[in-house]
């Protein structure tokens, strides 16, 4: 399928070198100003002062430093604002409040939660991780949020849930939902028991601040043993279901983007070796790790599925 060549991080390793992606960053960080990213409440209600972020969980060390802000915050995918890495500027555009999250399926209860309301229900906290890109970028980020568990124990699923199944907005400024091909909303997924493990995050801050909108503010999925596509951004809907989703990036081109997308150095895309990963900033090519390095805390996970694509 000649189509799949239109997608900006699918493109071919020769298309990704250090090189190429350094000059285009260098380019884009001449015309960046400040990041304005102010949003009232979101660690808190009534609160944006970065004093009140939550305190580090140190249970999370990721090992390497962490990735300068700017860079994080300047080089992203978010194909909802198209499909270059500089689409931080047009995401100014989403509004971040009010937002609610629509919560459904298999649970007791549907309901629709405003954020303000499930961040009052959560306890946040800060944890530094690894985020390792399927395009073999990778980043070192202090998240603010609270662990995925949480939300799901305030959405009281039925015991016949299996997965739980995340949509993101479809917002007027998200000029990329015009574009034709892509199986819009995106759609992301875990299972139960991935969903309850420790690291399973919701990211509502990073670096100490409310999360910007490139970065997927106002909520936004971490999992950081996992693909960064699995990180589904700007979530308004939660739903839990006892049959697995196809995935937004399984339906573009499931031979290469598949549900489970642990990470793996020794399983190469189809197009490319995962067995090393670019750091943002200073582009050091460093040794990608089995499930990011997350082993002790996930591989349990996957014990009785030997026989599934778990790495792609
Ligand atoms: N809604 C949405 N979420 C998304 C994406 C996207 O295009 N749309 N891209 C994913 C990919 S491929 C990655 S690597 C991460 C990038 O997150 P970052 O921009 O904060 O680094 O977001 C993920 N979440
Ligand atoms: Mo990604």
Redesign the pocket.
Known sequence: MHVIKRFG?EIPAARITPESVTLRRRALLAGSAALGTASAGLFRAGSAHAEDAPARNTAFDPGRPITEEKY??T???????GES?N?WRAAQALKQRPWTIQIGGLVKQPRTIDIDDLLKQVQQEERVYR?????A?A?T?PWTGFPLNQLVKLADPLGSAKYVVFE??QDKTMT?LNAPFYPW??I?GVTMDEAANDLAFISTG?YGKPLPP???GPL??TLPWK?????????AKVTFSDTRPTT??EAIQPSEYGFWANVNPAVPHPRWSQAKERL?GDDEMVPTQLYNGYASFVAGLYTDRKGEKLFM
Do not use: D
């Open positions: 991080w994080a915050t080089y992203n995918n978010y194909y909802e604002y890495k689409i985020h390792r890109c399927v395009e970028w980043m980020v993101t907005a990329g909303p995106y992301e990073m490139q970065n997927g936004r999925l693909y960064g596509f699995k990180s589904a951004k700007a979530i937004f990036w943002l």
